[in-house]
């Protein structure tokens, strides 16, 4: 009974390098989440996947920012050239179909960019 | 836009007082709500919903109404206790939206024994 996992529970990185965040959703869940959540904030929607595909990308704050579900399972959250800014908690959620609002959350990816 | 607001933290209690959070909210459509919970060191997890009007979510000792007049979902409990403590987010999902969800800011709780 494995819930969402995500793997670095914990990373730093320096200024303008690339960083690579992963999400392992629950077995059989089609739709997976990625949220962000700055300190003292709740999370903000980045990204959403139906499957493969990204059904809604609009959340993604810039170009630097990519996110990838190849075989519809796992994904990854690709950051390129970060910036300090780019601190912040990521989270991934997933659920067994959309529209009933009921989220499976990560414990997140602690990102610090230095 | 859709908007979550919640009261402020952090909340400091003493067990078995009675407690009150508020969540106002905004959106263009007919929302559900929701509030989610976030024990130290884990994922948020779903505490209780509602769908529409006057319908009325609860869970562990939590219960929060669905109030389309003042467009409110205030989380209540009787009385808590010290495993209560985290952090308490309040969201909505409107119909249709992709997103899912919208956030609010989160209240800290902490109870005392």
């Known amino acids: 009974g494995a819930g969402v996992s995500q793997t670095p529970s914990n990373k730093v990185t320096e200024k303008g390098k690339y960083v690579e965040l992963r999400c392992d959703p629950i077995?059989?869940?089609?739709?997976l989440y990625w949220y962000r959540q700055s300190l003292g904030q709740g999370p903000e929607f980045l990204i959403y996947?139906?499957?493969?595909?990204?059904?809604?990308d609009s959340g993604l704050p810039n170009d630097r920012f990519f996110a990838v579900r190849p075989e519809g399972s796992v994904s990854t959250l690709k950051i390129q050239r970060t910036e300090r800014g780019d601190s912040a908690v990521y989270l991934c959620a997933s659920s067994a179909r959309t529209g009933n609002g009921e989220l499976f959350f990560g414990e997140g990816s602690r990102l610090t960019v230095l | 836009g859709n908007s979550v607001t919640q009261m402020e933290g952090p909340v400091t209690l003493s067990e078995e007082a009675f407690l009150t959070i508020n969540c106002t909210y905004t959106a263009t459509g007919y929302p559900s709500l929701f509030w989610y919970v976030q024990y130290p060191g884990e994922g948020l997890q779903l505490l209780l919903k509602?769908?529409?009007?006057?319908d009325k979510g609860s869970n562990k000792g939590f219960e929060a109404t669905y109030r389309k007049e003042t467009t409110s979902f205030h989380l209540e409990k009787g009385s808590v206790q010290v495993s209560d403590s985290a952090v308490y987010f309040c969201a909505l999902r409107v119909s249709g939206s992709a997103r899912q969800l919208t956030f609010g800011s989160g209240t800290q709780l902490t109870v005392l024994p």
């Open positions: 077995s059989g869940h089609t739709a």
């Open positions: 996947f139906q499957g493969t595909g990204a059904a809604d």
């Open positions: 509602a769908t529409k009007a006057d």
